[in-house]
């Protein structure tokens, strides 16, 4: 037979000594009378974010450089007025002699002096009449050759006129003149000289009432 782990009955069981459990001395944690207490973590305020930087108006810029835009256009305006209305008129008188000298001297160079003679209206020379200009022009032809060339050298205000109204202003021209004798090369003689014109306005027009040379 096997042994039996079993006690017989009306025997203790034997103790040994690291089987007793003693009670603890106090307990591991006591709760307060109230109840236990439960955490409640703090409240963190939201983060406060800087102010947004104030824009500054640029209103007085704009209304600055409106200012001298308008200065400067009011000044630029000024000078276009006053360079016209000094340089203007003084133009407009060149303009116009330069322009009779240049049908008077093409006339003569195309051998048509009765239209040149209408860009005449002699002063000191108001006995030569049409008929005769036209036989000084030919004789001169026959003399020294025609008209082949010719050129505006100078063209200015008279001395005796010059800082009066521009307007009545007297205007002395400088031509520059070519004649050549013979149509060939091989026989052909030229030579220059310059013919001074004075010209004025005669009647609203520019005339010449002068000259000396054809």
Do not use: H
């Not at 049908?103 to 002096?113: M, R, S």
């Not at 010719?150 to 001395?159: F, I, K, V």
Request: proline share 9%.
């Amino acid at each position: 037979m096997q042994p039996s782990d079993r006690q017989p009955p009306g025997e203790a069981a034997e103790q040994y000594p690291g089987d007793t459990i003693k009670p603890a001395s106090q307990p591991l944690y006591e709760f307060p009378a109230g109840g236990p207490l439960l955490y409640t973590a703090p409240i963190l305020a939201p983060p406060t974010l800087p102010p947004p930087p104030v824009k500054r108006s640029r209103a007085w810029i704009w209304i600055v450089v409106a200012f001298f835009s308008l200065a400067l256009l009011a000044t630029c305006g000024g000078c276009v007025w006053a360079f016209y209305a000094i340089l203007g008129p003084a133009t407009q008188q060149l303009s116009g002699a330069t322009k009779v000298v240049n049908d008077y001297y093409g006339n003569i160079e195309a051998q048509n002096y009765t239209a040149a003679y209408l860009d005449l209206s002699l002063n000191n020379q108001n006995s030569l009449t049409q008929e005769q200009f036209v036989q000084q022009a030919q004789a001169r032809d026959v003399q020294y050759g025609r008209v082949t060339s010719y050129l505006l050298a100078g063209l200015s205000p008279s001395p005796s006129t010059t800082g009066t109204d521009p307007f009545n202003s007297t205007f002395t021209a400088t031509v520059d003149v070519t004649r050549c004798n013979g149509e060939s090369s091989t026989n052909r003689s030229c030579f220059n000289y310059n013919a001074v014109l004075t010209l004025q306005k005669v009647a609203g027009r520019w005339k010449i009432v002068e000259f000396y040379k054809i």
